[in-house]
């Protein structure tokens, strides 16, 4: 059984982590923010300085913005959200963006409108916007999540500020979540309050998917992935995953249901689901519940790691998805365990190097070792605790992984953002 108020917690954790995104979360974020400037600066910038940590840095670099006529870079994402963005879309504010604020947008930038300086900062997911016009100067600092502005001044007035800049801003309470709480939630809440958050997944990330297997982005990995392997639901699982996470990565102007502040988590903690529910005639009622089921266990997991890390967020989604499927086909809650420690032994060392459309063939492997991982958990068999980092309980081993994450992996996302900026 569960308590009415952890029900009601988690309903609130969905709701706000599940929210759309029209391109990767980090550049979006940075369009958002100098959309938001420019609201406060009531006139087109005669420059911006953006200035952002390693972890900022890592993830826009590479990726294509969406509406951008296919730009990548932070110095991109500022101006276009800064002339041509609507802010009161939050994470879709490109969505805006029209041919003639684009035209507007990449002339800026030919005239050198915008420069980025490195943020020494201890907050991996943190930047400051400063919008230049004349003698005004509005400035926007975002911490922790992706819109999560702490502070916003113009001409050194400060228009708002939270309560306390050093920490993220949540409403939902999250210590609730455990593995047993989310799969009691998942099995007993009422269908009618969590069919909001999870038809919008089916919709918006399985929309991405088919749009991805078309293979007009990057190599056309979808594609890739089906011809190299042999006809299987799971070939098709990690296919169509893959196919929507290239699609995003490359520029596809289609909105991603995110997960804890990530599209990639979002199509790796939902599209596996989805695929395996319709090919192997799971019912709708029980697809719904698993993705409830996946959304919470990734965001479970993700309270240990924080938002941005050099640990690849696709291993804690695909860890979730595995479990859910164990979860969807009726699987036991030992069973719905091994899982998660089967996938860990595996994969729980993937690097972050940053947004790209690579990152499609990361979420491809990382789900091939959480369905193997849903495979052996079937059929009775897991690996043995304290052998390697598997602990006795394996929430103990979900916060080992998670310190791994945060902790551990510090001194590599250094050395992996001084490598990238190094060229």
């Known amino acids: 059984m569960l308590c009415e108020k952890i029900k009601q917690d988690f309903i609130e954790i969905l709701k706000e982590e599940l929210i759309p995104a029209m391109g990767c979360t980090e550049p979006i974020a940075l369009a958002y923010a100098a959309a938001k400037g420019r609201d406060f600066l009531d006139s087109d910038p005669d420059r911006i300085i953006a200035k952002c940590s390693g972890n900022i840095i890592k ?14 870079g932070i110095e991109a994402a500022c101006m276009l959200g800064a002339v041509a963005g609507d802010s009161s879309r939050h994470m879709e504010v490109l969505e805006a963006v029209t041919p003639e604020g684009l035209s507007k947008a990449i002339s800026y ?15 991996p997911l943190h930047f400051i916007i400063e919008l230049f016009c004349g003698d005004d100067a509005v400035i926007v600092e975002v911490r922790y999540s992706h819109t999560n502005i702490v502070k916003i001044t113009k001409n050194g007035e400060i228009l708002f500020m939270t309560n306390d800049l050093r920490e993220e ?26 069919l909001p958050f999870t038809t919008k997944q089916i919709e918006c990330n399985m929309a991405i998917a088919e749009r991805g297997m078309k293979g007009d982005f990057g190599v056309g990995i979808g594609k890739a992935i089906q011809e190299v392997y042999a006809k299987s639901t799971f070939t098709n699982i990690r296919a169509y995953s893959a196919a929507a996470s290239e699609a995003r990565m490359d520029g596809c102007d289609m909105p991603v249901i995110i997960t804890s502040g990530s599209g990639n988590q979002g199509i790796t903690s939902t599209v596996p689901i989805i695929v395996y529910a319709r090919e192997n005639g799971i019912s709708e009622d029980r697809m719904h519940r698993a993705l409830a089921f996946s959304s919470l266990l990734t965001v479970y997991q993700k309270e240990y790691i924080g938002k941005l890390s050099a640990f690849c967020g696709a291993v804690s989604a695909a860890c979730a ?54 495979s052996l958990a079937m059929q009775g068999k897991a690996y043995e605790a304290n052998t390697g980092i598997l602990r006795e309980e394996t929430a103990k081993t979900i916060s080992s992984v998670g310190h791994i994450g945060r902790v551990g992996m510090q001194p590599t996302d250094q050395e992996i953002v001084k490598l990238m900026i190094e060229g």
Request: glycine residues 8%; aromatic residues 4%.
């Open 109 to 123: 930038l030919n005239e050198g409108r915008c420069t980025v300086e490195y943020l020494e900062s201890v907050i």
């Open 59 to 72: 993830n826009v670099r590479c990726v294509r913005i969406p509406n951008s006529n296919g730009m990548t």
């Open 169 to 194: 801003t949540v409403v939902a309470d999250r210590s609730g979540l455990s593995i047993e709480n989310i799969r009691n939630f998942a099995e007993g809440v009422e269908l009618e309050l969590i």
């Open 321 to 374: 998805a595995g479990a859910a499927i164990t979860f969807m086909v009726g699987g036991c809650l030992d069973q719905i365990k091994d899982t998660i420690d089967n996938t860990l032994a595996d994969i729980p060392g993937i690097i972050c190097d940053g947004a790209k459309a690579s990152c499609a063939v990361k979420i491809s492997s990382a789900l091939d070792a959480a369905l193997f991982a849903h």
